[in-house]
């Protein structure tokens, strides 16, 4: 699993699966450094890209889920010598903290946490904005997921399904905003991020864009980590509405599950995960590719976690257990500054990839059983379709000698997977149409 590469002065860096960061010069392949990112033999994985911001380059890792603790870490982009690492979630609260910022956490976490890992890895969305000088880094979800054996007192679990604003020559935390109070449903804020410009209440916010797995779609003053607006995008049952004052949701009554167990909407799969989202500032929609799907949270009377293993905390599935509705797929054309859907198309799937948006009025989206479709990024009418192999992911758009391309990768990958590059030629004259 890889989701991309950065790029920066004649390199190319790649994160890969056993925690290693390298450098590669981008002319011959050859190896320039090799870094060990996470502990050898650990349950910490790289499954993100790295991002390079100010001769820097920053990197997460995943593993909440097998009981890990997370943090991310700057390095030189030349000597791939470590600049700075910020924590997360904080440790064994007997030992010194790394910085103010898990001191502050700790008061926030109760029981012994640290010997479960207590999650909160980096493993996707990061952004940067050279202006305020802040990189903004996304917080996964808890581990256990179960609040109940994680932090048995309560607690808001900071900096669990968060958004951070750090200084990128430092990682000193500026403000955070967490979208997720003591995260009990694996509700993730690793989701892409999208750094815009709107007009709102009559003057224009520097914002930043997220929906995450949680089912609201935040709209949050990018300098400061000011709560603007929060709305559900899809069906929601475990908050009713996110407080603007407070900035916190207003959960419903059967939200904290227990051992009792719930229904709950969004699924630990959530309205929306890593599949990116885009904005087209034309016609200032955002597009989602989301989904509808309800998931039943029961925690166990007893954990103890085992190290290599899944560990949500959870209730293995029983006979006579409540069962989920069938879920549904969607792309969603989502208005940030009114927080209203523009237009809704189901998708065929369940699953389907990220979306692009072009200049040109067009939405690509592919799906998981193949079909790969040109919207009409304001009207959500289909353009334009063709069936590729299955699970298709997220395309790109470049101009080479005049013409515009679009390329996707489509089918599985590993030995016999038969997977493909794709790439399509667009007709200027019919409105983008490959």
Known sequence: MNRGVALHNGKVYVGLLDG????????????????????????YTI???????????????????????????????ETGEQ?????????????????PAMERAAATWTGEWWKYGGGGTVWDSLAFDPEADLLYVGVGNGSPWSRDHRSPGGGDNLYLASILALR????????????????????????????????????????????PKNGFFFVLDRLTGELVSAEPYTSVTWATAVDKKTGRPVETPTARYGTTGSLISPSSGGAHNWQPMSWNPITGLVYIPGRSHVGYFKAAPFFEPQPGRFNSGLAD????????PRPTAFLLAWDPVTQHERWRVPIDTVISGGTLATGGGVVFN??????????DALTGETLWETQLAPVVATPITYRLDGRQYVTVLAGRGGPGGGGRVWTFALDTEARGRP
């Open 20 to 43: 290693r960061l390298v450098a590669l010069d981008a002319d011959t392949g050859r190896i320039v450094w090799v870094h060990q990112t996470t502990p050898v033999g650990s349950d």
């Open 47 to 77: 499954t993100g890209a790295p991002r390079v911001v100010k001769g820097k380059v920053v990197i997460g890792n995943a593993g909440a889920d097998l009981g890990v603790r997370g943090y991310i870490t700057a390095y030189d982009a």
């Open 83 to 99: 600049a700075w690492r910020f924590y997360t979630v904080p440790g064994d609260p007997s030992k010194p903290f790394e910085s």
């Open 168 to 211: 990128p020559d430092s990682g000193e935390l500026v403000w955070f905003y967490q979208t997720t109070p003591g995260d009990d449903w694996d509700y993730t804020a690793t989701q892409t991020m999208i750094l815009a410009d709107l007009m709102m209440d009559g003057r224009e916010r520097k914002v930043l864009m997220q929906a």
């Open 317 to 324: 599935p029983v006979p006579g257990q409540p069962q989920p």
């Open 366 to 375: 592919g799906t998981a059983d193949g079909h790969f479709r040109a919207y």
